[in-house]
């Protein structure tokens, strides 16, 4: 008699197409019921360098506003860059995605904590370790949210840098870089940063590294913004582009010594 | 109050408006022995009588440490007191652990009023029978807040609960508006010599007086009955009036004074 019973739960599971998944309870294709539960992503659209620095009235981050798909330079307005609550500035590099996802995360969390109404508010130190939460749980689970992050902010004069990855290592500095911005800018903060940097110094140094950028990493683009936050909010600026230079002798008349043999 | 038709449980209203298990629950708290609470503008000082069951017992314990920036004296039923306590320091380490920040004590409070007004609006559970006076420090400085088992809260200079707290009030009344430019241990002074009014019988000693403080600087501790010991000893030296000279028993925060209630209390908790 059970047997039978069984039997037929069998065959009115095999009927639906969506059953519940015996261990996670969510909805789940039938015929995947015997296969391993797995997350592991891959990228889809990307974005690359986010570059980060501490100046004298607070913090700098700069971008561009590139969102790749794969090889391919698709999307060219992708605002990497983003204000979070009153002390805080989020960018992002990797799956654009998901970064979209943390904003609202990020959010969600500003306004409750906006609703309490008590003159008490969530800092950038705060907003950071929140994010390492999220960011190691997700990994944890084999579902990573697949970014790096750069979280600058200032709160009560205080400044404060730091980064998150995908993996949930995190870390303050007075400079931070994301992707290829790790080999191509550090080393140039690593000689030229400095402690109380004027405004004008750490864009300078900022737009010599996104030049860096632009020449050595293929998935930037020529369009980017530079973002600050003080004590008294944030800012981001309009995109703009930097000037290159292609005029090396080695680049003028490139067909002189392309003599062919057939 | 006397017993009457609208009293049975909490989820009816009585003709007048009122929740009677609710203020019954208050009754409770008035059972208590007394606390005291009061702040300035660095520290906050909690002050409770601690009474023992027997000659042969240990003295209640009426002071918890929540967290390194919070601490709550209890007056009413302990063991509700103690679980709520528990309640508190998890809601402390959680954040804590979120956004490695300490919780801020508005916030924590809220909660706890929070989760007493459920009591008040379920027929299966009954009010938590114990107030708590609040005592923390955040971004906006030191707070003082009472918490009651209807799910109220109030936020205080200087308050008092429990038995004969009205007499420890009258004190504080008297004395509230010096209160925010008081040192640290002229404020614990104040504490005790409220405490003292609140006490029917018996003398005020180390033993049964827990003095705790948490300020601008110190985290929540709860002095050594010794040092408690001592600070009583000088209040019978000289008058009810807390001296407004600068003897070394009170002394600031010097450099060479054979102040002892001065030294830093041990972190007990």
Redesign the interface.
Known sequence: MLAAAQKDEKKDQALKNHVGHPQTGRDCPFTLLNSPISHTQYPYVTGTSVLGIKYKDGVLLASDMGGSYGSTLRYKSVQRLKPIGKHTLLGAGGEISDFQEIVRYLDELILYDNM?D??????P??V???LN?LMYNRRNKFNPLWNTLVLGGVK?GQKYLGTVNMIGVHYEENHVATGFGNHLARPIFRDEWHEDMTFEEGVKLLEKCMLVLLYRDRSAVNKLQIAKITEEGATISEPYAIKTHWELEAFKNPATGAVGSW | MFRNQYDTDVTTWSPAGRLFQVEYAMEAVKQGSAAVGLRSKTHVVLVCVGKANSEFSSHQKKIFKVDDHIGVAIAGLTADGRVLSLHMRSECIHYKFLYDSPLPVGRLVVQLADKAQVCTQRSWTRPYGVGLLVAGLDETGPHLYQNCPSGNYFEYQAFAIGARSQAAKTYLERKFETFPECSRNELIRHGIISVKEALAEGKLNGSNCNVAVVGIGEAFNTLDSKTVQQIIDSLEDRADEPPVDVAPVEGEQGAVQDDTDQAAAPMET
């Open positions: 309490w008590d003159g008490n508010s969530l800092g130190k705060e950071h370790n929140y939460r009560n």
